[in-house]
């Protein structure tokens, strides 16, 4: 799994951020832990992880960056906080998730205040929705994951991209 130029770059930027502040990367995930995560995942969910998420989760297991939360491959404390400042685990965050009738048929990657970031059981499409009625907020879909975890780190890492860039 190899991570493409835009993503590593969009990586490159948070660590950057992040160094700038005085706070680090979450450490990466293990090869064991993200094969572990996919079994799990199979069997809860009867689907199959991104691999764009899986190589970023090789890279930074998960993160929190400018109202921006990607799920790890389990939840942890953010590196450089003492307490009470965590990164949610893909699978617990998606258990509270499924307690939303209109996710059953969803897994969600990533969240902000504003949107959710989730992959089709039914269709395998990637999507964003704003928070509140979910079948009824769609902003947009794809099949392309690539462009999907792109998005979620520009959200993360550029003050001035907006959702509705995507759009255009």
């Given amino acids: 799994m190899e991570i493409c130029n835009e993503i590593s770059n969009l990586l490159g930027i948070m660590r950057k951020r992040k160094q700038d502040r005085q706070r680090y990367m979450q450490y990466p995930a293990t090869r064991e832990e993200t094969d572990e995560l996919c079994r799990t995942t199979k069997k809860r969910y009867d689907m199959e992880l991104?691999?764009?998420?899986r190589s970023i989760l090789l890279t930074t297991n998960g993160f929190r960056e400018n109202g921006v939360v990607l799920y790890g491959t389990e939840t942890r404390l953010l590196e450089g906080y003492k307490e009470d400042m965590y990164v949610e685990g893909f699978l617990e965050a998606n258990e509270e998730?499924?307690?939303?009738i209109d996710l059953a048929?969803?897994?969600?990657?990533a969240e902000?205040?504003?949107?959710?970031?989730?992959?089709s059981s039914r269709t395998g499409l990637f999507?964003?929705?704003?928070?509140?009625?979910f079948e009824e907020s769609l902003l947009w879909e794809t099949p392309n994951d690539t462009f999907f975890f792109e998005t979620i780190l520009k959200l993360s890492v550029d003050d001035d991209f907006y959702i509705q860039d995507v759009l255009k």
Wanted: proline fraction near 0%; hydrophobic fraction near 25%; charged fraction near 15%.
């Fill in 50 to 53: 991104s691999s764009v998420y």
């Fill in 97 to 100: 998730w499924k307690h939303n």
């Fill in 105 to 109: 048929n969803h897994i969600v990657y």
């Fill in 112 to 119: 902000s205040d504003t949107y959710l970031f989730a992959q």
């Fill in 127 to 133: 999507s964003c929705h704003t928070r509140g009625d």
